[in-house]
């Protein structure tokens, strides 16, 4: 089966991108078609979007527009960059903006001050062991990922070694039965482990690190993969793309499984498809509230079916790119 993309992919570009805009100015953009004001998630977003469609090529004008659009959402005393009206929290904010920054090859105006609470192993350990490791994985790795991908994106602000000391201490949260992060977490594992746990290892994979217990944690996500081909109903792109990413890199690393894997790609791709195809449920999904960001979890989980299945089968008619194959965070 062909999965082709190139009508949806027009559609983003002639229809969704337009209507996102607040100014015409570049970098200019709401959280979704409804929005009426520029918002951090909005501009961030659509950079996503457009580098995984392979259309983010402003001119150098528009290129300073981005810039100073970011800049503006930095705090000079300590580095942050925070998005108002706030949502997801300030370190997700952070690297989120910075990840996009680095799409544009933009760099922060001002140095990550706030690093300085984070640049001990002792500091950096007790700060992970605070979270909350039973209940709430997916939710502390949008914080204990977004340090890291903060550091990582802007070089020299910590000292290398500073990964190691963290991949090191993550690794002792890594339950042998599923290959996920976690504490007293079912054998099988459970949707807050593939949320959380693909958070952190996109900064493995960054930095060429294996994550344990890799087929194990195929095991497991092949297992809580339902009949439709998603993993959470309530969280249809975002679970995934997490979940699809955890595979798909399992099989690039080690081959276990990679039939059922292939399978369990295409099951998710048939449906994502006809999804996007359906005006009624694009409408539904990238209709309103945070739309940009639910599009760039859409295009990118394309991005990674189109690598692992070939661009034959996901046909769009430029490549699509995987954002974190470029940088850490999404």
Known sequence: MKYDLREFVKWIINEFEPSCRVENSGGSYAMGPDGT?????????MACVLYAIGALHPSEEERAQWATRFQSLQDPDSGYLAAKPPTHGILHNTAFALGAMNLLDLKPLYPLRFAARYDSREKVTAWLDGFDWETGVYGGSHDGAGLASTLALVPGTVPPEWFTRYFDHLD?????NNGML???????????????TFHYLFIYEHYHRRMPCAKERVDAILGLQMDNGEWDSGNPWWMTIDALYMLTRGVRHSQHRAGDVREAVRRTAALCLERVMDSACRQKYFGKGMAVHSLTAATNLFAEIQEFLGADEVVTDE???LILDKRPFI
């Open 182 to 196: 976690g504490r007293n977490k079912p054998p099988e594992g459970d949707t807050d482990q593939i949320g959380g």
């Open 172 to 176: 002792t949260y890594v339950d042998p």
């Open 37 to 45: 004001s520029v918002h951090l998630y909005g501009i961030s977003d």
């Open 319 to 321: 490549p699509m790119r």
